[in-house]
């Protein structure tokens, strides 16, 4: 299986200041130059929303401050400038193969 | 517009067997995948499997004995069947849509999901 280590597990970041998350992955998620890593969003009582695709492609309605990349084993989410909604908790996710798998989890706080 | 919606027992006891349903709205079974997560309380989020939309399954291989997702596409549900349950089991359980791009997947749409609580 791939396995996914977020870093940090937590985070506290200044409204108006940037925000990285990183996620490394056990083995390259890369297929036909297409990177297969999903960052989601989590706020509590809620279900996940997808922010990030194919590691650097915005879903849908989601606010232009949130962007990601990278490639092979090493992703990062970032979020600029801070707003107090984005407080929540944020997990990537590889859909390279079966069995997908998610990152622990990182929770970003205001602070 | 793109609805999923999951409904389920609530509370199973031990050693039992569990059925989720995921009725979903908005698009057609046949042209989308969907994919059952769960995530227990105050923990990470863990994919279970998926079923695509020619039928064909996919699961979790540290679950797989104990699971079965299947489809009705002609009543938009699909169905989560997971037996010998154990206290560890005791989650949130969500369905999510697929979508794709270029060949990569990614779960776009989930709904609230449903509570399981595995308890005597």
């Known amino acids: 299986d791939i396995v996914l280590t977020q870093s940090p597990a937590s985070l506290a970041v200044s409204l108006g200041q940037r925000a990285t998350i990183s996620c490394r992955a056990s083995?390259?998620?890369?297929?036909?130059?297409?990177?297969?890593m999903n960052w989601f969003q989590q706020k509590p009582g809620q279900p996940p929303k997808l922010l990030i695709y194919?590691?650097?492609n915005q879903g849908s309605g989601v606010p232009a401050r949130f962007s990601g990349s990278g490639s092979g084993t090493d992703f990062s989410l970032n979020i600029h400038p801070m707003e107090e909604d984005d407080t929540a908790m944020y997990f990537c996710?590889?859909?390279?193969?079966?069995?997908?798998?998610f990152g622990g989890g990182t929770k970003l706080e205001i602070k | 517009q793109v609805q999923l919606k999951e409904s389920g027992p609530g509370l199973v006891a031990p050693s039992q067997s569990l059925s989720i349903t995921c009725t979903v709205s908005?698009?057609?079974?046949?042209?989308?995948?969907v994919n059952w997560v769960r995530q227990p309380p105050g923990k990470g989020l863990e994919w279970l499997g998926m079923?695509?939309?020619?039928?064909?399954?996919d699961y979790n291989s540290a679950l797989k004995s104990r699971l079965s997702i299947s489809k009705d596409n002609s009543k938009s549900q699909v169905f989560l069947k997971m037996n010998t349950l154990q206290t560890d089991d005791t989650a949130r359980y969500y369905c999510?849509?697929?979508?794709?791009?270029?060949?990569?997947?990614?779960?776009?749409?989930w709904g609230q999901g449903t509570t399981l609580t595995v308890s005597s």
């Open positions: 194919a590691a650097s």
């Open positions: 908005g698009f057609s079974l046949t042209g989308y995948g």
């Open positions: 996710q590889q859909s390279k193969e079966v069995p997908y798998t």
């Open positions: 999510a849509r697929v979508d794709y791009y270029y060949g990569s997947s990614f779960f776009d749409y």
């Open positions: 083995e390259s998620v890369d297929n036909f130059g297409i990177s297969f």
């Open positions: 079923i695509w939309g020619d039928g064909t399954t």
